[in-house]
């Protein structure tokens, strides 16, 4: 009789899973968390690539030693999962090299044959992420896509993808209009006790990650009328991947540009810039309302669902899953057409934006109102975003690729059959020379046995 085991899933992409500037990533770490805890084993294959070099603080206090061990993997522990990086030389996608994407894709290659995933789980669509579907295809191993934004708009990326989940229904919908293809919505994943602060101040006005496509624009703006009709209001930007001086100075130069006399200002007395956190809890325990005007498409805001689970309403634009994540825990926005276009640098009129700043001021000064949606914030986020509900939906999701026990079969002759020569090409593609050569040697010692640096498991940031 044969023994069962547990499902096997590699989780495969150089976009670090410890970046506390994505929130792709964070929802893949607590996914996949959430996968180890209900009995599935885990391999996690990524390399030292972040959305923002502030991303970095997920480690620790680690980087610097990781950093240093440039070209070598690494092994971080983040409590039941065992992240191998391989670092790169710099920390942006754009600048990894292609050495570094071909000794990447060598340890993607040696870990599905030794490994032997039953699922590999992957995101992201440049020709190496397309490389690693494929890869599984070509053994007979089903692929997982993780789809969290609306910026595909060719469908190469999902061409060797058995399932791809997301976050919200309003993706889903977006691209089985788009694509034909058909997403299954899985939801939010945070554990609250990861984002939910001891004690609520609730006085300040909440932005997070200052960046252009986010609204920060628009948020500068309303700091400078703020300032001039109600200083007393404190907003605090938490910056991410955006820089928040940049903002100011863009607005503070459109809203002086009739005026010789004025120059674009660097800061604001009514404003506290925050660097990025993995602990954004302090942060939640200032916050009265977030402010989350994005202009293009949220696949479903994981901001919002960290208010509102420490009760804070958010007023937000109609874009994309985020009228679905808020649902009646606060005012949704809309502007003029044009305010959503790239480079989304458009600011609306002072008269558009009066809604809004009515909107703060009734949250701040009627207790009885802010009552009202902190209620409706903390009961959206209970029921339309428990953790142990979307884990249900992720696990059902999952079951009917993990149960065909894909890693037990032989890729070989499935290899040979793709092959255009017959060939079974596992193991070293090709020979190389000098320092090539040393590099390739040193690849395969560092799949055999990793140089190991040893975090503890991170708490967490937001995009």
């Known amino acids: 009789m044969q023994v069962s085991r547990k499902p096997r899933l590699l989780w495969a992409s150089v976009y670090c899973l410890l970046d506390t500037s ?57 409590g039941s999962l065992h992240h191998q990086l391989y670092v790169t030389a710099q920390t942006g996608r754009p600048q990894m090299s292609c050495r570094e994407e071909s000794a990447w894709l060598a340890l993607y290659r040696q870990t599905l044959d030794g490994f032997k995933p039953d699922l590999v789980f992957f995101l992201g669509g440049q020709p190496l992420d397309l490389l690693i579907p494929y890869e599984a295809r070509v053994r007979a191993l089903p692929s997982v896509f993780y789809l969290a934004n609306g910026q595909y708009a060719q469908s190469r990326w999902c061409r060797d993808v058995d399932l791809v989940l997301t976050d919200s ?5 977006l691209y089985q209009e788009r694509q034909q293809v058909r997403p299954v919505p899985v939801g939010a994943f945070i554990e609250t006790s990861k984002v939910l602060a001891t004690s609520h101040a609730r006085k300040r006005l909440l932005f997070v990650n200052p960046r252009p496509e986010k609204g920060m624009h628009i948020v500068a703006r309303l700091a400078m009328l703020l300032n001039e009709r109600r200083p007393e209001l404190v907003l605090e930007v938490v910056e991410s991947r955006g820089q928040w001086v940049q903002a100011l100075r863009c607005a ?23 660097p990025n956190s993995p602990d954004m809890r302090p942060v939640y325990g200032r ?8 202009l293009w498409w949220e696949s479903a805001g994981r901001v919002l669902v ?33 305010i959503y276009k790239p480079p989304y640098t458009r600011v609306p009129s002072d008269a558009a934006l009066e809604p809004l700043l009515r909107h703060i001021e009734a949250l701040f000064d009627d207790e009885r109102l802010y009552a009202d949606y902190s209620a409706r914030a903390r009961r959206m986020a209970e029921t339309a975003h428990s953790l142990d509900a979307n884990t ?11 149960a065909r026990r894909a890693g037990d079969s032989d890729p070989g002759p499935q290899l040979r059959a793709w092959h255009k020569h017959g ?25 055999e046995a990793e140089a ?8 967490r940031g937001t995009p």
């Open 169 to 173: 229904r309003a993706t889903a919908q």
């Open 452 to 459: 190991e640096a040893v975090v503890r498991a991170p708490r």
């Open 22 to 78: 994505s929130g792709a990533s964070m929802a893949v770490r607590q996914m996949l968390l959430q996968l180890s805890a209900h009995g599935y084993e885990l391999a996690v294959l990524g390399a030292t690539v972040f959305d923002s070099e502030r991303g970095t603080a997920g480690l620790l206090g680690s980087w610097p030693s990781v950093q240093a061990r440039r070209h070598t993997v690494v092994t971080l522990a983040d």
């Open 287 to 294: 916050a009265r309302v977030l402010l989350a005007p994005s």
């Open 423 to 447: 060939l079974d090409d596992r193991g070293p593609a090709r020979l190389a020379h000098g320092n090539e050569a040393k590099e390739q040697r040193q690849t395969q010692a560092m799949a």
């Open 306 to 338: 960290e208010a509102m689970l420490n009760g804070i309403p958010a007023l937000i634009t109609d874009c994309g899953g985020m009228p679905e994540t808020l649902g009646d825990a606060g005012f949704v926005l809309s502007f003029d057409a044009d």
């Open 252 to 274: 503070s130069g459109a809203s002086n540009a009739s005026s010789a006399s004025h120059s674009p200002c660097d800061s604001l007395p009514n404003v506290v810039v925050t």
């Open 392 to 402: 249900a939906r992720l696990l059902a999701a999952l079951e009917p690729l993990a």
